[in-house]
């Protein structure tokens, strides 16, 4: 079982910066790819980035160049990162971390809201 905690969202302007953060505990070893969706009010889920144990990433297209996707490692915990710059409204959501296990089972945060307005 792996259990994941968001923060770092918030509100800012247009143009502005945020970086999310994602702490995962638990079963840590079986996590083979992590990544980030959103979800604005009114719309389903959508994918932002993923990034796997190796380093790879992929971005949504609406991300791409703004967003970076990224891993780190401290004690007992794998920490997943998403650095936004130039946010725009339409990057307003509920920005959800999840990890999928060596199992093939999907984990999820419970979400940290992010809005950007002037």
């Known amino acids: 079982q792996v259990q994941l905690v968001e923060s770092g969202g918030g509100l800012v302007q247009p143009g502005g910066s945020l970086r999310l953060s994602c702490a995962a505990s638990?079963?840590?070893?079986?996590?083979?790819?992590m990544g980030w969706y959103r979800q604005a009010p009114g719309k389903e889920r959508e994918f932002v980035a993923t990034?796997?144990?190796?380093?790879?990433?992929?971005?949504a297209d609406s991300v791409k160049g703004r967003f970076t996707v990224s891993r780190g490692n401290a004690k007992n915990t794998m920490q997943l990162f998403l650095q936004m710059n130039s946010l725009k409204p339409e990057d307003s959501a509920i920005y959800y971390c999840?990890?999928?296990?060596?199992?093939?089972?999907?984990?999820w945060g419970q979400g940290t809201q992010v809005t950007v307005s002037s």
């Open positions: 638990g079963s840590i070893g079986s996590i083979m790819i």
């Open positions: 990034i796997t144990g190796g380093g790879m990433t992929n971005y």
């Open positions: 999840h990890a999928i296990a060596s199992t093939g089972n999907w984990s």
